[in-house]
């Protein structure tokens, strides 16, 4: 099994089809969602096989940072972009990181984090309509 951990940016954004990603998933103003979302574009995995936990930038939290555990194989509770409550079940197959996410109106999508090499394909598909959105990352480098 793959390991996802490590530090990732984003390199690659396809800002329209994140827009119309949450404006599928009903949420009222699409832009701000996506603005929001944009603000974890750096971000850490620290994968421990049962659990992952992602490390986000947060400048709310003490230290600027704020940890999201999730368990492999299991329910979990986390915010979504704009601070709704999203019910995510993690699983993991090969070198992908997949959560099927329920938003408390009923909404489904689900979130694809592939590994490729150094980069890191993250992609959102709306369950109702298909909508899809997509960006890439990378990897750092470590530096031992």
Not at 61 to 82: H, N, T, Y
Not at 103 to 108: C, H, L, V, Y
Request: include cysteine; glycine fraction near 10%.
């Amino acid at each position: 099994m793959v390991n996802f951990t490590g530090k990732y940016s984003v390199v690659e954004w396809d800002d329209e089809s994140f827009v119309k990603f949450f404006a599928s998933m009903g949420v009222p103003d699409p832009n701000m969602a996506f603005e929001l979302f944009k603000t974890a574009k750096d971000s850490e995995i620290i994968d421990k096989g049962d659990t992952v936990i992602f490390r986000i930038p947060d400048p709310a939290s003490e230290g600027g940072e704020r940890d999201i555990l999730f368990k492999v194989g299991a329910e979990s509770d986390a915010l979504g972009p704009i601070g709704v409550p999203v019910k995510k079940f993690t699983i993991k197959e090969g070198n992908k990181l997949i959560f099927h996410e329920t938003a408390p109106n009923g909404q489904k999508n689900i979130t694809v984090r592939e590994l490729q090499g150094d980069k890191m394909i993250l992609t959102k598909t709306h369950e109702g309509t298909g909508v899809t959105a997509r960006c890439v990352l990378k990897r750092e480098r470590s530096k031992l």
